[in-house]
Each structure stands twice: as C-alpha cells, then as structure tokens.
C-alpha cells in the first residue's frame, strides 16, 4: 500500500471526492491496521487453566471463527476495509467483502495488492458490483458465512441482524452516531474551535465520528462563533486533485438532500444562518458549502439526526448538567468530544457520556490502536486495538482428563 500510495489517494478522490491530502492520509490510516493486526496475530494465543479436578488440565484455544462476510461504506473506502480485513487475515480467516456501491474501485485494488502481498488466493473476495440487498442477504443467511462485520447506518445493521437470525452468525457493527462536541466553561478556547473544525468537517462532516451537536457554554458562545467562522471561511471548496483544495463534495444526491432539508428545517424553526447555507452548482456536483448554524435547539431535526454533511449546528448550554442531559439525548451512542481543563470534571462527564468513544480536548481520535466502537444504537463489537482480532475468533475448550494426580 506505501509503495502505490499516491495511486491509491487518486483512486479515492476519483470515487469518493475527498481531496487528495485526506486521501492520503486515508492510506497511511488504512495501512496502518494491516502493519497492527500482523504484529497481533503472533499474541492470538489461548490459555492454560487449573482445574479444580487435580487429575484434568483447562485448554482454552483460540481459533479461526471461519470465513467472514465484510460490508463496507463510501466514506473511507480504503480504511473501513483494512480495519476488518486485517483483523480477519490475523486471525486465520477468508473474506467475501462488499465494499459500497459508490465506491468498488479500492476494494479492488485492496484486493489486487493482496495477492501481490503474497495472500493466498481466495483469500481476499471482493463482490465490487453486487447489489447490496442481494448480497448481504446471502452473507447473512449462507451457513458457510461464521461471522458478518458491517459498518454503515444503523438501519442497514438492524436489517442485516434480523437476517443473520437464522443461521445465528456472530456480528460485529459500527453503525451511525451523533456525537456531541461540548466546550465548558472551563475550555481553552482556541484548541476547542481547533478541535471542533478537525472533527465536524472532516471529509466535509462525512465520517461517523463528526461532531453532529456542538454545545457551547452560554459564557464562551460569541466567542466561539467569531473564531470558529472566522477560521472556516479560510476553507476552499473543490476538486480533491486541485491542491488548493480543502473539503470536496458529498458523496451523491441523496445526501445533499439531506443537508438542505437539515439546514432548512432548523432555520424555519429559529435558526440563525453565521456560515454558508448554499449548494455550490457553479463548482460541480454535490458540493455544499460548509454551514454553521447558531441557536440550534432540540426542536429541529438537525438536533437528533445524523446530518453526515458539512453543517455544524450549535447549541448553547448554561450548566455541566444541561450540556451532559442534552449530549445523551439521543438513541445512539458511537463517539463524542468535550473540552475542559478540570480534571474532575473530565472523569466525571467521560463516565457518565452515552458512547463508545471520547475525545478529551481533542477532535481526532482515530488509530489503529484505539477500540473503535459504539454503544446503544451505534453497534457493537470493537475494531482495531488489541480486541479488534478477538472477534474473528472463538474459544474453545479442552478438557484434558486422567492425568495422574
Ligand atoms: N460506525 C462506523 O465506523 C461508521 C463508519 C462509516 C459510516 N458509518 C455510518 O454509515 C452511514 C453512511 O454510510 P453509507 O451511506 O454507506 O451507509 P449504508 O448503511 O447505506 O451502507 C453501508 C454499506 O451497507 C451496504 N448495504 C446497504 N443496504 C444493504 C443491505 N440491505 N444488505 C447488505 N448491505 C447493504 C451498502 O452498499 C454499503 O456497502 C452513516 O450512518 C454513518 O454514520 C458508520
Ligand atoms: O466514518 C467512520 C470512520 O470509522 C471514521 S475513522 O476513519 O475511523 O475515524
């Protein structure tokens, strides 16, 4: 993968419009989780365990789980596979992987450098052009099939539960999220508008982990806004392979509808437009400009959906209870920020937010070694890490009996 990186980086932003530096980092990310499970895979080991009988031994072996079905998103058309396939591949397993309709192209060349990599063949399968439905209803069904690993929306993951029933397949599931941004009182302000801008519109607000709600402390709110669109209107809208590029389109219609029926929605409700608020038709397809929106309440849609788009709505907030009651107001939980210098603070509300993943006066989280996952309706299971392989595996158990005493 690093030595075809810039081919790689080129074929994301020609099927997915990031540009190209984001692309490129989206390799260096991707690669990174094959180098971290092919150092794990020399500690996916069982155990040895006492038995209160003195004359049997415990074996608990860990093996294989078999071979997995891997569905993908558009967002990250490189990483989203490499963090499941890698795993797989460490812990002995094959793969079929679905990569996203809108995005087959690196699936492909995933696969191609596998094989050139050294992978045996059919290692790696990749269905680049299967319709999803079809496809993952086979996945799910077929009694071949020991584990299925999706990530996309949460609606998909409830679909492809409720068909993985009948075979009873082992799932793991990063689905959709909602993630608060919350600056206290206490907040070094500049690293807040830093953090926010890195974790809202990042792939133009198209990954799950975005800042979807920001929630600002009454006392820094004007400041904040100044800063925070101050800095934003520096961005460049474009084409992924123009350098001067910053943030590209989203990624097909379906999606720019969305953005314009949060964006209107909200200002019909009491909304004040600071930044933005246009689709930009002049530059091509799909772009939108990015779009701040200020007094943001949860009488809007905005509030409770996942807008995966470039809209940052802020909401204004006056006690540590209110930003903490609001952030956990929603059905699902896969990440979520919050700046503050008290460090009391910061284990309280670390505790008590309904995710799987925080940022501690920080807006990027992301890496191999980090257990990547949600709680409630954002899925289960972890990837990457240490635990990411465990869940292409299980563990079974030998009892070794007659030994004498
Ligand atoms: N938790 C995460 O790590 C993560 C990462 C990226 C995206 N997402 C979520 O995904 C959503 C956006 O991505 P998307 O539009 O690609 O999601 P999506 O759920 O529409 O599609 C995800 C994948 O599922 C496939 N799919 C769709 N219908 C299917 C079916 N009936 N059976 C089998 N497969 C099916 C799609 O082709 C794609 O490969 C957002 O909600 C975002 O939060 C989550
Ligand atoms: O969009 C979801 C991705 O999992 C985000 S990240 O690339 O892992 O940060």
Redesign the pocket.
Known sequence: MKENQDDLAKIIVLENGKPYADAFGEITYAASFFQWFSEESARVNGDIIPSANATSKILALRQPIGPCGI??????PSA?IT?KLGAAVAAGCTTVI?????TPLSALALAHLSEKAGFPKGVVNVLPSAT??????I??EHPLIKKVS????????K??MA?SSSTLKKLS?????NAPFIVFEDADLDKAVDGAIASKFRSSG????CANRLFIHDSLYDEFVKKFVDKLSKTTLGFGLDEKTTHGPV?HE??MSKVRSHIENAIEKGAKLLLGGKRREDIGENFHELTVLGDVTPKMKIFHE?T?GPVAPLIRFSSDEEALSLANDTE?G?AGYFYSSDISKIFKVAENLEVGMIGVNTGAISEAAMP???VKE??FGR?GSKFGIEDYTIVKSVVLGGLEN
Do not use: D
Request: charged share 15%; hydrophobic share 35%.
């Open positions: 569905i993908t998103p558009w967002n990250f989203m963090r679905k990569p996203a309709s809108e999803s439905a079809e496809v993952g209803k996945l799910c999706s990530t996309g929306s949460t609606g998909v993951g679909l492809l068909q599931f990063e689905l959709g999220g198209q990954t799950c982990i990624i379906k999606s996942e995966f699902v896969l990547f996952g949600g954002s899925g990837e």
